[in-house]
């Protein structure tokens, strides 16, 4: 028989089976659990008995951190979805925003050249050149863009959004005197004016080339455009 009596062991078994005894102990008791066969089924019945709990304890700490990994995913995507919620609001923004620019507010369309009339061409006192235009087709002008090409035409070139809108009440830009002064554009750009067109290089109206004889524009005219 052993040195120790089954009744100590037995009292120790359970700390035996969760590992916090001595080392001194547990020698003692796995000694004592070769020879007593007792002892071995107490150690069994214990096993058996903690089995299933120790295995729900695991279980629920998985599930713990299954429940942990849930939330921390949903936080992550929640924050991911946060920033990319606002980066596509961004971009869609700025989207509408260039998409409106572009389509109500940048002029870049010309205006086709068959609904232009010009008329009524004249020489002011102090060189500058007047001329009436009117857009027929009813839309509004945004912008009169000047440019000039190596040698030396002037285009004075219509321009609309793309989305055309319905001039309101027409204004100076689609019926009206406009003047062009050639010296100041000549110091402007360094180079002499040949001609002046109304228009493109691909569809323009001529207003006037060098040496054409203009005549001379009416009081009125010099009135609306005198500046100093
Ligand atoms: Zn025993």
Redesign the pocket.
């Given at each position: 028989m052993?040195k120790v009596s089954?009744e100590i062991?037995k009292d120790m078994l359970p700390l035996y089976y969760d590992n916090v005894c001595s080392d001194d102990s547990k020698r003692m008791v796995e000694e004592?659990l070769v020879e007593?066969d007792?002892?071995k089924m107490e150690l069994d019945r214990i096993q058996a008995d903690f089995k299933l709990p120790k295995e729900e304890i695991e279980r629920n700490n998985n599930d713990g951190n299954v429940i942990k990994n849930i939330s921390s995913f949903w936080n992550r995507s929640r924050a991911k979805s946060f920033i990319k919620g606002g980066i596509i609001s961004a971009l869609l923004l700025s989207l509408i925003t260039l998409g409106y620019f572009g389509l109500f507010h940048w002029h870049i369309t010309n205006v086709p050249i068959d609904v232009v009339e010009i008329k009524d061409v004249s020489e002011m006192s102090d060189g500058k050149i007047v001329y009436y235009s009117e857009i027929n087709d009813g839309y509004s002008l945004n912008r009169l863009k000047y440019d000039m090409d190596k040698e030396g035409n002037f285009y004075i070139t219509p321009l609309r959004p793309m989305i055309k809108q319905k001039a309101q009440s027409l204004n100076v830009l689609e019926k009206g005197y406009e003047f062009i002064d050639i010296k100041e554009q000549e110091i402007f750009r360094g180079e002499e004016i040949k001609t002046i067109n109304y228009g493109t290089p691909k569809e323009k109206i001529l207003i006037w080339k060098k040496g054409m004889e203009l005549p001379k524009a009416s009081e009125e005219i010099e009135n609306m455009f005198d500046f100093n």
């Open positions: 052993s089954c062991v004592h007593c007792s002892c």
